[in-house]
């Protein structure tokens, strides 16, 4: 509510101006968790591509189990593809940080408040959200293929490797889910 004696117009902007500089910092916040999740998930794509060495045996014992080399060539491409969108994912996420940072700091009045293109913003955050998602379903590939390797062939029936790939893939999926319904209805909003 306007205070006695001020303009209807001041408040306005000065309501218009905290709204935004909460929702600036809120996109901020946001972009900050993309890029330090992608940055966790990164990791575990190097230490996959480190548990698996060419003629690896599995823990089964029937050698018959053992892993050939088309599973660690799909292994290193899950991991790579993986690797690409965690990083682009990231790159789109500190990119918006920026251009946002950038734009707060033309404005010394108002320090905290931006002025961006919210159709832009979302675009890229849905990019972001989309890498990451992307990464993630390869990363699981990826996973399987290191439970395999690891573990015996999911077609051998090695029920510590069926056991591991179905507790991976439930968990896994669930959470994707969740996420991406997340992104879809705050997006929508």
């Known amino acids: 509510m306007a205070e006695s004696g001020e ?5 306005s902007r000065r309501s218009s101006s905290s709204s935004s500089s909460s929702t600036t910092s809120i996109h901020v916040t946001a972009l900050d968790g993309i890029v330090n999740v ?8 190097f230490v996959g591509l480190s548990l698996t060495t060419p003629g690896q045996h599995s823990l ?3 050698n018959a189990c053992d892993a050939g080399i088309d599973v660690a060539k799909k ?3 899950f991991e790579v593809v993986s690797f ?3 990083l682009f994912s990231s790159l789109v996420a500190q990119g918006l940080k920026l251009a946002i940072n950038l734009l707060n700091s033309k404005d010394v009045d108002e320090a905290f408040r931006a002025h961006i293109n919210l159709k832009v913003l979302r675009w890229g955050m ?3 959200a989309f890498g990451s998602v992307m990464g993630c379903v390869f990363l699981m590939l990826s996973i399987i293929d290191v439970i395999q390797i690891r573990l015996g062939m999911l077609s051998c029936g090695s029920k510590s490797a069926v056991h591991a790939v179905t507790a991976l893939v439930v968990l896994v999926s669930s959470a994707l ?3 991406v319904s997340t992104a879809i209805y705050a997006f929508s909003r």
């Open 177 to 179: 889910l969740v996420y």
């Open 60 to 62: 089964e014992n029937p």
């Open 84 to 86: 690409s969108f965690f």
């Open 75 to 77: 292994l290193l491409v």
């Open 126 to 128: 849905m990019g972001s």
């Open 7 to 11: 303009n209807p117009k001041d408040y």
């Open 38 to 45: 992608n940055s966790l998930f990164t990791i575990a794509v």
